[in-house]
C-alpha cells in the first residue's frame, strides 16, 4: 500500500451515496477504474484499478462502485462522483502534505 491508499483509512467517504456510512470504521481507498480515463487496461483490454487515482470510500459506498450493490445511479453519473470525491481528497492530501 502506498501513502495515499493507507491515508484513506480512519477518514469519512468521500462518495456519500445513499446508504453511507457515517462511521470511518468501514473507510478504504476506493480506486478509480479504466472507463474513468485514469486506470489503465490490461493486455486483453480489461480495466485494472488506477495507480493512486481515488478516495476514501465506506463500505456500501465502495460496494456500489464495485457494482456488488444494486442502485438506481447512471454510470456516468457515478463516474463524475467518483471523480469529484477524488479531487475532493487530492486537495486535502497537498494541504496535509503527503502529495
Not at 5 to 15: D, F, H, S, Y
Not at 71 to 86: F, Q, S
Amino acid at each position: 500500500m502506498s501513502k495515499i491508499t493507507q491515508a484513506a483509512k480512519g477518514r469519512v467517504c468521500e462518495l456519500r451515496l445513499d446508504g453511507c456510512l457515517p462511521s470511518t470504521e468501514t473507510v478504504v481507498f476506493a480506486h478509480l477504474n479504466s472507463d474513468s480515463g485514469m486506470g489503465m487496461k490490461n493486455k486483453i483490454g480489461k480495466g485494472v484499478k488506477a495507480w493512486d487515482w481515488g478516495c476514501p470510500a465506506c463500505h456500501n459506498c465502495h460496494s456500489i462502485l464495485d457494482g456488488h450493490v444494486l442502485h438506481d445511479y447512471d454510470k456516468e453519473w457515478l463516474e463524475l462522483l467518483h471523480l469529484r470525491a477524488t479531487f475532493r481528497f487530492q486537495k486535502k492530501l497537498v494541504k496535509e502534505g503527503l502529495i
